[in-house]
């Protein structure tokens, strides 16, 4: 397989931290001793997809109870709707909660026949701190939209599909957080051409099962956490968040984008 996992440290443009000099006299080292450490940047995982795709993973990205006051927020302020969309040809309940919030004159959102409404920031300042800390967990983004989603149960979930569409550029980075029960979030590669064209219906799809299995990676969503896809990641990747029964509580996943403008 293609994709590699190196674990990183604070990213180059933080300050770094202090050297101590060997020259600096005790009763210097004395006036320091009561000073408070410096916090330890969180741990970052970075999965190298191949192609130039690549996923950042930052299992701690907020602590427990800024997580926890952000969730109780979110789940009890957002107008959350449970919208009819269509997939395939039918109609059918979206199966989790959503809304949408984007800054004013952006492109309409549209996806499987639905257009939501775009509430602004201004509406939920807690989202602009949320907002400001990402930002600043993931130097050189800027994310002018955010589309919330919440999985009530284990019942809740989110099919295949790629974050694919044009007004996102043909390389959009997307920054996920996740608050409340932790679920298992699986990117796969996405079938070829020759593979996506060979036959319809339940014979082919077990042939392309048989014959083509596709790369696939699994991460663990916790409380407090956060995962950057970029690259190329939407173009040859697809991601889900599959049925779980064993997920009895509610989750809320802010995904974060930028829409061209």
Same mark, same amino acid.
């Given at each position: 397989?293609?994709?590699?996992?190196?674990?990183? =440290?604070? %990213?180059?443009?933080?300050?770094?931290?202090? +050297?101590?000099?060997?020259? @600096?006299?005790?009763?210097?080292?004395?006036?320091?001793?009561?000073?408070?450490?410096?916090?330890?940047? !969180?741990?970052?995982?970075?999965?190298?997809?191949?192609?130039?795709?690549?996923? +950042?993973?930052? !299992?701690?990205?907020?602590? $427990?109870?800024?997580?926890?006051?952000?969730?109780?927020?979110?789940?009890?302020?957002?107008?959350?709707? $449970?919208?009819?969309?269509? *997939?395939?040809?039918?109609?059918?309940?979206?199966?989790?909660? %959503?809304?949408?919030?984007?800054?004013?004159?952006?492109? @309409?959102?549209?996806?499987?026949?639905?257009?939501?409404?775009? #509430?602004?920031? @201004?509406?939920?300042?807690?989202?602009? @701190?949320?907002?400001?800390? *990402? #930002?600043?967990?993931?130097?050189?983004?800027?994310?002018?939209? /955010?589309?919330?989603?919440?999985?009530?149960?284990?019942?809740?979930?989110?099919?295949?599909?790629?974050?694919?569409?044009? /007004?996102? =550029? !043909?390389?959009?980075?997307?920054?996920?957080?996740?608050?409340?029960?932790?679920?298992?979030?699986?990117?796969?590669?996405?079938? %070829?051409?020759?593979?996506?064209?060979? =036959?319809?219906?339940?014979?082919?799809?077990?042939?392309?099962?048989?014959?083509? !299995?596709?790369?696939? #990676?699994?991460?663990?969503?916790? #409380?407090?956490?956060? /995962? *950057?896809?970029?690259?190329? %990641?939407?173009?040859?990747?697809?991601?889900?968040?599959?049925?779980?029964?064993?997920?009895?509580?509610?989750?809320?996943?802010?995904?974060?984008?930028? *829409?061209?403008?």
């Amino acid at each position: 397989m293609a994709s590699r996992l190196r674990l990183v =440290g604070p %990213t180059q443009d933080r300050d770094p931290l202090p +050297v101590p000099n060997p020259n @600096d006299s005790a009763e210097a080292s004395r006036e320091g001793e009561g000073e408070a450490k410096r916090p330890e940047p !969180p741990r970052r995982e970075v999965t190298d997809l191949g192609g130039g795709s690549e996923v +950042v993973h930052v !299992p701690r990205f907020v602590s $427990r109870e800024t997580a926890w006051g952000w969730f109780d927020y979110l789940d009890k302020t957002i107008p959350w709707t $449970r919208p009819v969309i269509r *997939v395939f040809g039918r109609t059918a309940v979206q199966p989790r909660d %959503t809304c949408y919030v984007a800054d004013d004159g952006l492109t @309409d959102l549209k996806y499987s026949g639905h257009q939501p409404h775009a #509430h602004s920031w @201004d509406e939920f300042p807690v989202l602009k @701190d949320i907002l400001k800390a *990402v #930002h600043e967990a993931v130097p050189g983004s800027y994310f002018n939209s /955010l589309l919330l989603n919440r999985y009530k149960t284990g019942s809740d979930y989110v099919s295949w599909h790629a974050d694919d569409e044009p /007004l996102y =550029g !043909p390389t959009p980075e997307i920054a996920s957080v996740t608050f409340g029960c932790e679920r298992e979030f699986l990117l796969r590669k996405k079938p %070829t051409k020759s593979q996506a064209t060979s =036959g319809s219906g339940e014979a082919s799809r077990k042939r392309l099962k048989v014959t083509a !299995p596709q790369q696939q #990676h699994s991460f663990l969503l916790k #409380h407090g956490s956060l /995962l *950057v896809m970029r690259g190329y %990641t939407q173009r040859d990747w697809q991601h889900s968040l599959p049925k779980r029964a064993k997920a009895s509580s509610s989750r809320i996943n802010l995904t974060f984008r930028h *829409v061209l403008t």
